[in-house]
């Protein structure tokens, strides 16, 4: 699975239509978001960074409710836009989850592990649980 950084609000208008999971590293405004949701019509989860997270108004938080899309809390570590666009989560980790799943272990347990094991966040483990990612 690829996870598109876009690291500013120019980014937006160059993004391909298709994209679905989007990381921004930029604050965004109320018209940030609206655009993203127009130029990307097929996202299903929009990842920003904890120091942002508060900030995205309640309506922004209503539209995307409203169109089924993800808000997630977190950060891409190390990532850099220069070399790549794109952040990507190895199948490996999906195939870790579904021996995870097999074991009988519960959401909480599983979150723990895959968080020390991978590195990646919660609110994006989760949404990854949940079923929600393709890879």
Known sequence: MKIRVVSSKEEI??????EKYIHLAFRPSNTDIFSLVQ???????????????KKVSISNMMLLDM????????DVWGHRTE??????????IF???KELKKEGLSEADMLKKLGRETEL???LLKFLLKGKAKR
């Open 13 to 18: 208008k160059s993004l391909e239509p298709s």
């Open 39 to 53: 130029t990307c019509p097929d996202v299903k989860a929009i990842q920003v960074p904890p120091s942002y997270i």
């Open 67 to 74: 169109k089924g899309i993800a808000l997630l809390e977190g």
């Open 83 to 92: 070399i790549n666009e794109y952040y990507e989560i190895k199948p490996e």
């Open 95 to 97: 195939d870790r989850m």
């Open 121 to 123: 966040n919660n609110d």
